[in-house]
């Protein structure tokens, strides 16, 4: 079964300092990936997704993600965070049919 | 375009009570899907519509039934609702490929007494 793994609840980073949050993932066959964004008391937002081609995908607000095989890793990036990226992030592959299967949700503080 | 709208955002109920979580999108899309959302957990899948007039179960449909009433509309009832089910739920939809993104709604806040 398809599944993806967020190992950080929390993650806290300076502004303007770069940011790092983790999802490892397991899928059988091609792995199709997505990061998605929570705002308080708000709907998910779409981030950016990886299908297939290039390793560093790029997404909405600055935000980017490498994807790695051999590590089974997908992990998003920013290289200089905002106070305003405080939010809960979330991980998810694609499973059967169009399904997705979401991580537990990493939840990303910036301190000014 | 409003993109993906539920009612109500909020709902208490007592136990045993019933209600209906509307959900409607306007992105002519294929693929609706209800979600809750609990803390710790993520958000699991309750049931999906991959076309009009098919559902099927997703991880925790239990409690819960659902009708895609049309292409634009697939709404979510608790026929008894039970403090387990006390969760904020989310309604979404997307394109019927594998590539396509979901487009979420606002969500709705549902406490079950």
């Known amino acids: 079964a398809q599944s993806v793994a967020q190992p950080e609840d929390q993650v806290n980073v300076a502004e303007g300092n770069p940011l790092t949050v983790k999802c490892t993932y397991s899928?059988?066959?091609?792995?199709?990936l997505f990061w998605y964004v929570q705002y308080p008391n708000r709907g998910l937002q779409f981030l950016l997704k990886y299908i297939t081609g290039d390793n560093l995908v790029k997404g909405s607000y600055g935000f980017e993600a490498e994807f790695n095989k051999s590590q089974t890793s997908f992990h998003l990036k920013k290289p200089s965070a905002l106070v305003s990226d405080s939010a809960l992030y979330f991980c998810a592959v694609r499973d059967l049919g169009d399904k997705l299967i979401f991580g537990t949700g990493t939840r990303l503080q910036v301190f000014p | 375009n409003a993109g993906v709208t539920q009612t109500p955002k909020f709902q208490v109920l007592k136990t045993g009570q019933s209600m209906t979580l509307q959900c409607a999108q306007d992105m002519n899309h294929n693929s609706m899907y209800w979600y809750r959302q609990d803390p710790g957990m993520g958000l699991r899948l309750i049931y999906y519509s991959a076309s009009e007039g098919t559902t099927d179960k997703g991880e925790v449909p239990n409690g819960y039934n659902v009708s895609r009433l049309n292409k634009r509309e697939f709404s979510l009832r608790l026929e008894s609702a039970a403090p387990s089910q006390t969760s904020v739920y989310f309604c979404?939809?997307?394109?019927?490929?594998?590539?396509?993104?979901?487009?979420f709604g606002p969500g709705t806040r549902l406490t079950v007494l």
């Open positions: 979404a939809s997307s394109e019927k490929t594998r590539f396509s993104e979901q487009f």
């Open positions: 899928v059988s066959g091609n792995p199709y």
